[in-house]
Nanobody, 128 residues
Framework: QVQLVESGGGLVQAGGSLRLSCAAS????????MGWFRQAPGKEREFVAA????????NYADSVKGRFTISRDNAKNTVYLQMNSLRPEDTAVYSC?????????????????????WGQGTQVAVSS
């Protein structure tokens, strides 16, 4: 069982920055790929970014490339999402997720259906 708790959301003006954190309970956290997803009202859950167990491989949605950075600190069981140059269209509930099938250490799922554990989410609101 993996428990994930996000923090760091809030209200920010367009062009501003936020840093989201996701703290994991599992001792095996360092084995898992991790992802960030977001869901705006009335929209489907959307892939944002993912990171491999080592942090050496990352993947981003085109909409956030160059503005968001995913990272992790395995010693702290935490994954981060640094969000810069925020836009009103980034407004959503952001959730982190764990992909616990570590047989392929280079595979980073972009579909939310492949992730096994989820946090409760943190709200990000960007005003224009």
């Amino acid at each position: 069982q993996v428990q994930l708790v996000e923090s760091g959301g809030g209200l920010v003006q367009a062009g501003g920055s936020l840093r989201l954190s996701c703290a994991a309970s599992a001792r095996t956290f360092s084995l898992y790929a991790m992802g960030w997803f977001r869901q705006a009202p009335g929209k489907e859950r959307e892939f944002v970014a993912a990171i491999s167990w080592s942090g050496g491989i990352t993947n981003y949605a085109d909409s956030v490339k160059g503005r968001f950075t995913i990272s992790r600190d395995n010693a702290k069981n935490t994954v981060y999402l640094q969000m810069n140059s925020l836009r009103p269209e980034d407004t959503a509930v952001y959730s982190c997720a764990a992909y616990t099938d570590y047989r392929d250490s280079y595979y980073l799922p972009v579909s939310h259906r492949e992730y096994d554990y989820w946090g409760q989410g943190t709200q990000v609101a960007v005003s224009s």
